[in-house]
């Protein structure tokens, strides 16, 4: 029964009903997709890492040996050879990125057919390389076998331009399994890392190897893939050192620097820790962002709360006649709570309707630009139930104020 005269109240204030329909719409857009990348940061404080990470040490080196030549090759045999010899450590690899490390994210695509491999449409994956990366990180090994040994190539020559040489086998994570084979044994299937090359075949299944970088949805985070690529000095190589025991990770790292001089006085050495570190470092930042974007949900919903309250407040300062009318006429104070409770309900689900489209625009803008995940149906009743909530916390007061109003207020007009 108060249906009309609301509508009928309402439009005859369109530029404000516009402005504050906008403000709600812009809050339920933002809200939405603010808690979920929230919830994908918190997410990844308890991510599996699948590797032995707390024996492990990192060292980004740098060299000016020239690129590709016959004395890289070398001087990398001869470095890895004395990294090993260094007392407590059990193993060394050079890779071209460190899982949980996101300053670096080496990205791949694999598809299933050539076509979607050259329109890059696969699933995106980390890619892994380095000869005994899997040993050296102490991978789990759940279905099939290791990389062999004898199928290296090198990194250089399958990125090279004009290259047709790739990788014939590679190793690849439960999670990717699933997501690219559902309910079928991975082992034996083929994939195409790059267009205008032969397809490589999974011979191995790992159980978890975490993405070093980017925003992922659940599951995500393991879609990661090892490739036998052999890496050389010259290629931009971080050092992978396995310790005997974690105690042990500063003495190893220290000698290892000092090692990587001796070898070459001109090494500069970009970064140095241990891995856990580098998981400590992103961990915090995820928890700073994860605070950021509370911080700005809040805020909004209290920007569009703040707006809710003046408007009623307005509205109920313009109206003290009609509502003194309307008690004379015998309206309860329960149906003057109940009218303004009710239109601004409807305010704020034609905002929360304009929103929830909003909020998909936005997250396909997200996934086109920035390589993030589809916003999950479920976020977008969230946002609309924190709307709606505190829209009518925000006219509760309003409201009550306006519930007080006297029948005398219609004489006194």
Known sequence: MDLKPILSALL????????????????????????????????????????????LVEINADTLLTPHSDEAKRRTRETADALRQIPGVQGVTLSNQVPLDYSAFFPGYIALNEKDAESRSGVLVAVYGGEEFAKTLGLRLVAGRWLNPLGFVDYADVFKPGSVLAPSEALITTALAKRVWPGQNPLGKQFYFTSGKPPTTVVG????????????????????????????????????????????????LHAAVDTLHRLDPHVAIMSQRPVTDARKEQ???????A????????????????????????????????IGVRRALGATRTDILRYFMLENFLLTSLGVMLGMALAYGLSALLMHYYELPRLPWFYFPLGAVALWVTGQLAVLAPALRASCISPAAAAAG
Request: net charge neutral; proline share 5%.
């Open 12 to 55: 005859r204030h369109k530029v404000v009903l516009f402005l504050l329909v906008l403000v709600i719409a812009l809050s339920c857009g933002v809200v939405s997709n603010s808690v979920f990348l929230m919830t994908l940061h918190l997410e990844r404080l308890h991510m599996p890492a699948g590797f032995d990470e707390d024996r």
């Open 291 to 322: 605070r950021m974007l509370a911080g700005l949900c809040v805020t909004l919903l209290l920007i569009t709360g703040l707006g809710i309250v003046g408007l009623s407040s307005y509205w109920v300062q313009q109206r003290r006649r009609h």
């Open 283 to 289: 961990l915090g930042k995820d928890l700073a962002m």
């Open 205 to 252: 299944v790992v159980e978890h190897l975490p993405r070093p970088n980017a925003i992922y949805g659940p599951g995500e985070e393991d879609y990661s893939i090892v490739l036998p690529m052999r890496l050389w000095l010259d290629d931009g190589v971080y050092y992978l050192l396995r310790t005997a025991d974690p105690s042990q990770r500063q003495q190893v």
